[in-house]
């Protein structure tokens, strides 16, 4: 899962831990303690998310249909796949959403670790997070994450099977999904 897939599974908790759970990718170790207790609580919640996810029989499936070649970077590319679809479930393409609105004040609040220091901005700024209702612009941000890496781009080389495997990867979400929800998302206390 990637930025919107962990909003939306936060969104019911404060805005706190919502950001740990925005930021979590930029965040290594186990020692929290220079967080806050609600954003580390967010950082531990988006890691459940992503163990839950990596180990989970559709995503297993999909990760075996990639070209054998990359199939170690596949599942980089498979959560921004997984932002595109939620994107759609939650007809992003369509309406401004207030979770996604919520998330971009919440990220410009807080500086953000280093690791993303140059990536937020970005996000925000170009609205990434309604646009991976766009499947070109996600692929395109699949390519754009494989720039960063050390190497070839072997995340573009992965965009054609991405292309041609489109619908199979729409059944993966639709297991996944429901399934993670039920599983992981945070619902709002009642207050």
């Given at each position: ?181 039920d599983e992981l998302e945070v619902l709002p206390l009642d207050?």
């Open positions: 899962m990637n930025f919107l897939a962990h909003a939306w599974l936060a969104r019911g908790g404060s805005d706190d831990f919502l950001y740990g759970n925005l930021i979590a990718d930029g965040v290594k170790g186990s020692d929290l303690s220079a967080w806050s207790e609600e954003v580390a609580s967010g950082i531990r919640h988006h890691r459940r998310v992503d163990a839950y996810v990596d180990v989970h029989p559709a995503v297993l499936a999909a990760r075996r249909r990639a070209p054998e070649a990359y199939r170690r970077y596949a599942g980089i590319a498979l959560d921004l796949v997984w932002d595109h679809f939620v994107a759609r479930e939650l007809a992003l393409d369509r309406h401004e959403s207030h979770l996604v609105l919520r998330s971009y004040r919440v990220l410009g609040r807080h500086p953000a670790p280093a690791r993303l220091e140059r990536m937020v901005p970005a996000l925000v700024a170009q609205d990434w997070l309604h646009r991976y209702a766009d499947f070109d612009f996600t692929c395109d941000a699949v390519r754009g994450i494989g720039q960063r890496l050390s190497g070839p781009n072997r995340l573009a080389a992965l965009v054609p099977w991405l292309k041609e495997d489109y619908d199979g990867l729409e059944r993966d979400f639709q297991q996944l999904w429901p399934a993670v929800a207050r």
